[in-house]
């Protein structure tokens, strides 16, 4: 998915932590970049119980991958856009 949401690695971070709740089905793998709030662009990693962020090159515009089970595609389409 793309997105052209804004975030902060504080932001991004608690993003991750949601994913790893179960809330959102079983998320096994979640990567991507996003805009970050201070100009740049935010790259991270998820596997569950392990995550990275870590600052990258320019972007157009944010995209993310999440892949596992019992995905709630339109949730997780939620926490990245609004």
């Known amino acids: 998915m793309e997105t052209a949401k ?3 690695t ?10 790893d709740s179960g809330k959102y089905g079983i998320v096994l793998r ?3 970049y996003v805009a970050d709030k201070k100009g740049g662009f935010l790259y991270f990693d998820f596997v569950p ?6 600052p990258g090159t320019p972007a157009v515009i ?6 596992g089970s ?3 595609e339109k949730a ?3 926490l990245f856009t609004k």
Do not use: Q, T, W
Not at 10 to 19: H, Q, S
Not at 62 to 67: E, K, N
């Open 76 to 78: 997780i389409a939620d």
């Open 6 to 8: 804004k975030f902060s």
């Open 62 to 67: 944010g995209r993310l991958c999440v892949i």
């Open 30 to 32: 979640a990567k991507g």
């Open 70 to 72: 019992k995905i709630d």
């Open 49 to 54: 119980g392990e995550k990275n962020i870590r």
């Open 10 to 19: 504080e932001e991004i971070d608690a993003l991750l932590d949601a994913l």
